[in-house]
């Protein structure tokens, strides 16, 4: 079992910023592809940013590429998300989510996940 832990989240106004973060237990952390997801209200799960393979290639979804970036603390054993000029299309409750196998983008590759953490952007 991994046990994942987000926080960071708040209101901001729009083009402001947030750092999110995952805090992992369990079983060992680097042993798993880590993830972002989020999910806004009436919508799907949605893919924002995950780390490709443990080594660190990382990949993002259009919509926040080159704005948001994503890293990760093998040793601490936790994962960030840095939100860049943060949009009302942002909000949404963020999850992060860890694998070991499958599709980076696929919520269904995901074996663990958080209780989410809700990001809120103001016009």
């Known amino acids: 079992q991994v046990q994942l832990v987000e926080s960071g989240g708040g209101l901001v106004q729009a083009g402001g910023s947030l750092r999110l973060s995952c805090a992992a237990s369990g079983r060992t952390f680097s042993n798993y592809a880590m993830g972002w997801f989020r999910q806004a209200p009436g919508t799907e799960r949605e893919f924002v940013a995950a780390f490709v393979t443990i080594g660190g290639l990382t990949f993002y979804a259009d919509s926040v590429k080159g704005r948001f970036t994503i890293s990760r603390d093998n040793v601490k054993n936790t994962m960030s998300l840095e939100m860049n000029s943060l949009k009302p299309g942002d909000t949404a409750v963020y999850y992060c989510?860890?694998?070991?196998?499958?599709?980076?983008?696929?919520?269904?590759?995901?074996?663990?996940w958080g209780q989410g953490t809700q990001v809120t952007v103001s016009s």
């Open positions: 989510a860890a694998r070991m196998r499958g599709s980076v983008t696929n919520t269904e590759s995901y074996d663990y």
